[in-house]
């Protein structure tokens, strides 16, 4: 079946490094893929998202791109800011043209970032 | 910005009780969802609901839960025997019903502890 798989945690960084969380992805068909985030305390937000290969998500600075060969989405940013630190869900959306399909997530990257 | 709504923000019950968790999707969405999340795990499908019927459900939605379109606002979950299993995170989520469109839009959570 769909699943997602995403880079275990806890990413540790310090103010203005550079991030990477990889995420690969097993899926029939064509899903749609996603960066949710969530802060301390707070529910999911979408970050950014991209529904076919090769598209570019991007949002607060946030990249990811749609990488069908690979199967990849990686999530990137240049410079982290402290008020990143949350945890960073990858996740999948499968049968691109109904609107009832279901989110699949995967287990979830915790960043903290060091002033 | 439209934003899904989810009461009440916590909820403490004892075991074997019947709770109902309460949301209010955005306003033109047509389908809906109920995601959970246990502390510190990823987040998982329930079921998705669709012109007054379940699309989808996982193998987590047994007996035990249900859901209800009670008028044209409100869509709620209910837990019939709480288990002390059934502690977690609650999502609502919505999305507008439109080919390509499958961006889901969730709610704030309610945090559930059976005890």
């Known amino acids: 079946g769909n699943s997602v798989t995403q880079m275990e945690g806890p990413v540790t960084l310090s103010e203005e490094a550079f991030l990477t969380i990889n995420c690969t992805y097993t899926?029939?068909?064509?899903?749609?893929l996603f960066w949710y985030v969530q802060y301390p305390g707070e529910g999911l937000q979408l970050l950014l998202k991209?529904?076919?290969?090769?598209d570019k998500g991007s949002n607060k600075g946030f990249e990811a791109t749609y990488r069908k060969e690979t199967t990849s989405f990686h999530l990137e940013k240049g410079s982290v800011q402290v008020s990143d630190s949350a945890v960073y869900f990858c996740?999948?959306?499968?049968?691109?043209?109904?609107?009832?399909?279901?989110?699949?997530f995967g287990s979830g990257t915790r960043l903290s970032i060091r002033p | 910005e439209p934003e899904v709504t989810q009461t009440p923000s916590h909820q403490v019950t004892q075991m074997g009780q019947e709770v109902i968790l309460r949301c209010v999707p955005i306003?033109?969405?047509?389908?809906f969802y109920w995601y959970r999340q246990i502390l510190g795990q990823k987040v998982e499908f329930l079921v998705s609901?669709?012109?007054?019927?379940?699309?989808?459900k996982s193998e987590i939605f047994d007996d035990q839960f249900s859901v209800e379109r009670p008028d044209g606002s409100n869509f709620t979950l209910k837990i019939r025997s709480t288990k002390l299993e059934d502690s977690a995170m609650y999502f609502c989520?919505?999305?507008?019903?439109?080919?390509?469109?499958?961006?889901?839009?969730f709610g704030p959570g309610t945090r559930l502890l059976v005890l």
């Open positions: 899926a029939t068909g064509y899903p749609s």
């Open positions: 991209a529904t076919k290969a090769d």
């Open positions: 306003s033109n969405h047509l389908y």
């Open positions: 996740a999948l959306s499968d049968l691109r043209y109904s609107s009832a399909s279901k989110i699949i």
């Open positions: 989520a919505s999305t507008v019903a439109r080919a390509g469109q499958e961006t889901q839009y």
């Open positions: 609901f669709y012109n007054n019927e379940i699309s989808e």
